[in-house]
């Protein structure tokens, strides 16, 4: 008897042994995505920092821009030391590394045939954490599905137009606001319609017709000539 309740508690063991790793592995993966989770977000925020750096960075050469030249760099180095003045001068204090990446290579969004840089975005193609409540300055990230899609451009060229989705949202909201702007304007209408009937109904007023001004309900009175 005592073997056999011996083994039994020994099962019980092992299986309370096993249920204890396996939520020990549980509470460790969850540590690890949110561990994860929270170094892309770090990271993300650091882009969008790089990324500012970058967007003032293509402001500054176009507002340096001298008469008749470029107001495009051709390439990231032109940042560093503009090659449209004799002495340096620079727009950029180093090409950054990508945060998100760890390489110290941009995606660049050329304008025309490589003619100069319009924008600089990363090539991580990961969803990112943050989807939303970024600065104003960069308000056509919301609801990026990658993180590639957040161009960094000049600032005067920033896109600032909310994402197709807001848009639609708003547009849906317009057109019930002005139905209900309508169905309200033909209320009113119907409402003083039908007060102005009611007052033509009152004694004074011939049935059927309605003065069609002040002076046509007012009493014709005789001249002096007439009266002597």
Known sequence: MFPFAHRRQSGFTYLSLV?????????????IKLGAMLQRSKAEQELLLIGAAFSDALQSYAEATPAGQASLPGS??????????PTPRRHLRKIFADPVTG???????????KRGVVAVYSLSN???VKLSNFPSRFAGFSGALK????????ASMTDKTPPSHELAARSSENVASARQSAKKTSETAE?????????????GFPSGAAPSSPEAGQIELPSRQNSQ
């Open 126 to 128: 990961a969803k990112p």
């Open 76 to 85: 990231l180095n032109d940042l560093l030391r503009d090659p449209r003045f």
């Open 191 to 203: 409402g003083v319609q039908t007060e102005a009937s009611d007052e033509w109904a009152k004694p």
């Open 19 to 31: 249920i204890l790793l396996a939520i020990i592995g549980l509470v460790t993966a969850s540590a």
């Open 103 to 113: 390489r110290v290579e941009w995606g660049i969004v050329y304008a025309g045939d």
């Open 147 to 154: 993180i590639s899609d957040w161009k960094f451009s000049a």
